[in-house]
């Protein structure tokens, strides 16, 4: 059984980072928690803190990568949400069964350590969702 | 000044809701909070609780309403995320003050009684950003 414990964080496709991260901090005062590179999936993040959640803005740093392919087919905006799981086997596992298709089957790593897994789109038509574990 | 206590839910375009609802509830395991018909707005809303936030998914039910429109343009998919404000005219005003374009520079009545007021995509670009306060 799946058991979701909230949204961990709401991902947003963009070109560069910067005009939104400027707002982000300067005008809404959100807290920058942090940047990170991660290469696998070729974008630089930069999180931001809204107290119960979190805002990621993942910026392409490389022409092939999710990002950068999402920009060209629907140009930049929300990109996913990610719902933190107690258990991302255990959940996997689960939504299979439930005829759901993932687009990991297996958790990789994430940002900050997280373990992750992405939903095929077509089984959450809308909403593309992550799910993860710390 | 403005202060953000958190993200109070995260929208979702849809041409219909049902299919997606199915999902986060039957799957997912989500708690369906309520269904909610906007007028004003031309909107049909389900509201999933997920804990630390919410998703409120937004099929239209009027051919002019903004969620038809955003369909038309940008197909259906993450729509916007609302920021909860201590105190949504305050906000506004600071909003304003730092060059930020108001959709709508007074607050009006959104779902579950919440003032509520749009700020232009413009000026967050990448992101839709509602505020609001109960």
Do not use: R, W
Request: aromatic share 4%; charged share 25%.
């Amino acid at each position: 059984m799946i058991k979701v414990l909230g949204v961990e964080h709401i991902g947003i496709a963009l070109d560069k980072n910067e005009q939104l991260s400027k707002v982000l901090k300067d005008v809404f005062n959100l807290e920058h928690i942090g940047s990170e590179i991660i290469e696998e999936q070729g974008v630089n993040t930069d999180i931001f803190n809204v107290s119960n959640t979190k805002i990621e803005l993942l910026e392409s740093i490389s022409k092939d990568s999710p990002i950068s392919k999402y920009i060209s087919k629907y140009g930049k905006g929300m990109h996913h949400i990610a719902l933190i799981v107690e258990d991302i086997n255990v959940a996997i596992e689960h939504l299979v069964s439930n005829n759901i298709v993932m687009i990991d089957e297996k958790p990789k790593v994430g940002v900050e350590g997280y373990k992750i897994a992405f939903i095929h789109p077509n089984s959450t038509p809308g909403l593309l969702i992550e799910i993860c574990q710390k």
